[in-house]
């Protein structure tokens, strides 16, 4: 589990105490990652860039239990985690490729192999399940935001971690049947699908807003 405040000279700096992705450069004299260097650096890499292996049990407990400590108005847990890994993985693109089949009877069998493949494209994929639903108090805007906030953290923990990450829905997170064959409730809907590996290699940056396009003061003269 990562320590994220280490005491140095009586101060309290934000760090983590694994050394960081291989590809990673900010970490300091003692071996540790400085968070908020890490943060800055995190980025999505591209599924066929996901290489094994997979994170183990413990790795996987300990993202999603960073994963689950996001901000939750009323204290619903508005979220939850389906786990597809091995063969799950491959069970779950066999559901997906089925749907696919029977709504395309045209399309050959290379086409339907993509779709078979969907989950197998990295060593994990976590589903992300919005529960949010009608509340006396609290907003369903709000338990969708929190269940975002889950995906979110999930992200930053592979990242942190060593792995890397892609967070996407696809067409088949919007289909019913998908995801009553993956144990939705009726209510419930997919906020991404996580697909968590080793990068293959550094990953490229992208250009970001400049915050001067994003950002406002309020009562600034």
Do not use: C
């Not at 399309?107 to 994990?124: K, M, N, V």
């Amino acid at each position: 589990m990562p320590r994220f405040f280490g005491r140095n000279r009586g101060e309290f700096k934000p760090r983590f105490v694994w050394p960081g992705p291989p590809w990673y450069s900010g970490t300091n004299t003692e071996g540790t990652v400085d968070a908020l260097e890490l943060l800055k650096k995190r980025r999505s890499v591209k599924i066929p860039e996901l290489t094994g292996p997979a994170p183990s049990d413990a790795e996987i407990e300990t993202m999603l239990t960073i994963a689950s400590r996001v901000p939750d108005h009323g204290k619903l847990a508005p979220w939850r985690f389906i786990v597809f890994a091995g063969a799950g993985r491959e069970r779950a693109g066999a559901a997906i490729a089925a749907i696919f089949a029977a709504d395309n009877p045209t399309a050959d069998e290379d086409r339907i192999a993509i779709e078979r493949g969907r989950f197998s494209r990295a060593p994990l994929v976590i589903g992300v399940v919005s529960r949010a639903a009608p509340h006396v108090k609290i907003p369903e805007w709000e338990q969708l935001l929190s269940a975002g906030a889950a995906a979110t953290s999930l992200v930053l923990a592979a990242h942190a971690m060593g792995y890397a990450a892609s967070w996407l829905t696809e067409w088949y997170a919007y289909d019913r049947r998908v995801l009553d064959a993956f144990g939705l409730a009726p209510h419930e809907r997919i906020a991404g699908f996580v697909h968590i590996g080793r990068p293959a290699k550094p990953p490229e940056d992208r250009p970001r807003p400049p915050l001067a396009e994003i950002v406002t003061r309020y009562g600034a003269n």
